[in-house]
């Protein structure tokens, strides 16, 4: 069952902001030194269900629903032989709408901001990198509801691995531990991409996951999300490509359900191929 308005809160805080494929790119393959890439995306979700702490789906307290509209931006640099540096940035506009139609008033701020860096353990037609990230509130207030986020800092590190598929595409695996400065529980993290080109089209899909890692201080500081869907990316050129996607949630713990819809414009100076992750030119290897 709902355990009250504090897992609701960390719930919604959340689901905004997990890093889902709407501003978390980072992959196996590293820019080389000069190239960049700037990524621009709109996320849109509504969610009307919860998933509680045994993993059973049920009506939001309350009823009505949880809204949020964000526009992300997430740069990428290669700076050395073997090491990139990332940054992230979200806008966001959250609401509560209730059963009867009434509604919380919206906060529209800047969400939590994440640095990384990525450093290449191997590169070529397949590659094997580690990535560090930290994220940090960008002074909103968590005490006034839908939150953007939790308000706490995180640092997360993933080991991502990718290779070719089918001499047509390309796969990438990522997975590793966030550690939270604060409740809610510490996170085992994981992801994975895979596409295929046809033409200037490619076709794929993602999953995005995580799992408590220990107890926190309450049940409901032990959050876990899966979120799975497809996504297709135009490439219009070797500078400029267009995508659009989904996210579900298949699974989770004292998180909302949601279906994001997500745009994007990607503009970029690559020597990366069209086989080495999102970030490719139109070139063939």
Do not use: C
């Amino acid at each position: 069952m709902i355990t009250g308005l504090r897992a609701l809160r960390l719930a919604f805080a959340l689901a905004l902001f997990m890093l889902p494929p709407s501003i978390a790119l980072a992959g196996a393959w590293l820019l080389p030194p000069g190239d960049w890439a700037s990524d621009i995306r709109g996320t849109f979700f509504t969610a009307d269900t919860y998933y509680d702490r045994d993993g059973e789906r049920t009506r939001i307290a309350g009823g009505g629903a949880l809204e949020q509209r964000s526009l992300a931006a997430w740069n990428e640099f290669g700076w050395k032989s073997r090491l990139g540096v990332f940054m992230a940035m979200p806008y966001v506009s959250t609401t509560r709408r209730f059963a009867d139609d009434t509604r919380l008033p919206a906060q529209t701020v800047l969400g939590d901001m994440r640095l990384g860096a990525r450093f290449a353990l191997k590169g070529g037609a397949t590659a094997v990198t580690m990535n560090a990230t930290w994220k940090a509130p960008l002074g909103y207030n968590r005490e006034i509801q839908p939150a953007p986020g939790l308000g706490q800092q995180d640092v997360a590190g993933t080991l991502a691995f990718g290779a070719p598929l089918a001499g047509r595409g390309f796969v990438e695996v990522e997975a590793g531990y966030n550690y939270r400065f604060e409740a809610p529980a510490d996170q085992l993290v994981a992801s994975a991409n895979a596409g295929l080109w046809f033409g200037r089209l490619l076709v794929g899909g993602r999953y995005d996951g995580a799992a408590a890692a220990g107890d926190g201080e309450t049940p409901d500081d032990k959050i876990s999300e899966h979120l799975v869907g497809p996504v297709f990316l135009y490439r219009v050129d070797d500078h400029i490509d267009l995508s659009a996607g989904s996210l579900h949630t298949a699974a989770g713990e004292n998180v909302p359900h949601t279906n994001r819809v997500y745009v994007a414009l990607t503009v970029k100076q690559s020597s990366l191929n069209r086989l080495q992750g999102l970030f490719g030119n139109a070139q063939q290897p």
